[in-house]
């Protein structure tokens, strides 16, 4: 019978060889028992890798989704504070206008005037809140503020009026400048988009387009009775005490029973507030299910790593061993 046997040195490179085997799948174990993920995808899922790809895929575009929810929550947020502000301030000029009545005194009316100055001027500042450096009530034109200062809008509009005669005159005036389709408040008073801002997309079709802009029906028609308010008192109108009271007045009239305008945006925008809160739980619930299908393809078994780690161990100290004694071995010790 032929027996094979292995050189010294041969046995050396053997030895050696299965140590840096054993290493290394000490060094693969130990990286996945702390990290918990598989160190060879690709050895793991026997090459197909498109599973994985797909799920990869899926988890950029939700959160784009996600992204996208957060930054349409917090818009949608600071357009109802900006909104509820407006109610609240045109809501108190309005009272104080209507307390007017018949009796008021010229005196009651340049008080009125100087409150609704000070209102227009919040109204405007309200309308031109940016969100990280985006205007929101400016349609498509998010880098520009959407309205123009109250000073210029008090300007504009009594160079309007120049020449009027009568509360009629005064009020067919106004309501041109600030109704007109095309000059008076959208040529010199609004700056904003003349298109709404692109809808925010959420997913699985579902889309939400927060198209509230400063030139809003609804928004114009507040501030046009707080500036024919603000300017009802301005010696350059020929008006009467009693004209003026009358304007004053009416105004705060009008302005109280457009509140119902102003609760209708803020209910419309409200549904969009509900809208989105209910995508970025859906977008929430798709991220947390496709995360758990990617740990299902990359995680290893902790409890069967530690034990196959625990063998490779072993089995390298008893290589170590072997090896200590392989080289100790000469022929007095053979002999002896």
Aim: aromatic fraction near 4%; glycine fraction near 8%.
């Amino acid at each position: 019978m032929n027996f094979q046997t292995i050189g010294d040195l041969a046995q050396s490179f053997a030895l050696r060889r299965q140590g840096v085997d054993l290493r290394q799948n000490l060094d693969r174990l130990g990286l996945e028992l702390s990290s918990g993920r598989v160190a060879d995808l690709g050895r793991h899922l026997s090459g197909n890798l498109l599973p994985l790809a797909d799920i990869e895929h899926e988890l950029v575009l939700l959160s784009g989704h996600q992204t996208a929810a957060r930054e349409a929550a917090t818009d949608t947020e600071v357009m109802q504070e900006v909104l509820g502000r407006v109610q609240s301030a045109t809501t108190d000029l309005a009272t104080q206008a209507i307390t007017l009545g018949t009796a008021g005194t010229s005196r009651q009316v340049s008080n009125l005037a100087a409150n609704a100055i000070q209102t227009l001027g919040s109204l405007i500042g309200a309308l031109n809140t940016e969100v990280a450096g985006r205007s929101v009530f400016s349609g498509a034109q998010t880098d520009t503020s959407p309205l123009a200062s109250a000073e210029t809008v008090l300007s504009e509009v009594r160079s309007a009026l120049a020449g009027a005669t009568s509360a009629t005159d005064v009020e067919s005036r106004i309501n041109a400048f600030f109704d007109s389709p095309t000059g008076g408040f959208l040529s010199t008073i609004y700056q904003g988009g003349t298109s709404e801002v692109a809808p925010y997309r959420l997913g699985s079709g579902e889309s939400v387009a927060l198209d509230i802009r400063a030139d809003d029906a609804g928004l114009r028609a507040a501030l046009k009775q707080v500036a024919l308010i603000a300017v009802s008192d301005d010696a350059g109108l020929a008006l009467t005490d009693s004209d003026r009271i009358g304007l004053a007045s009416k105004a705060g009239v009008t302005l109280l029973a457009h509140q119902d305008v102003l609760t209708e945006m803020r209910a419309n925008l409200g549904q969009a507030e509900n809208r989105i809160e209910q995508s970025a739980a859906r977008i929430a619930v798709e991220i947390t299910s496709f995360e758990i299908a990617r740990a299902e393809l990359v995680s290893v078994d902790a409890f069967e790593t530690a034990v196959e780690l625990e063998q490779v161990q072993f089995q390298l100290e008893s290589l170590y061993t072997v090896t200590s004694r392989a080289a100790r071995l000469n022929l007095l010790n053979f002999l002896s």
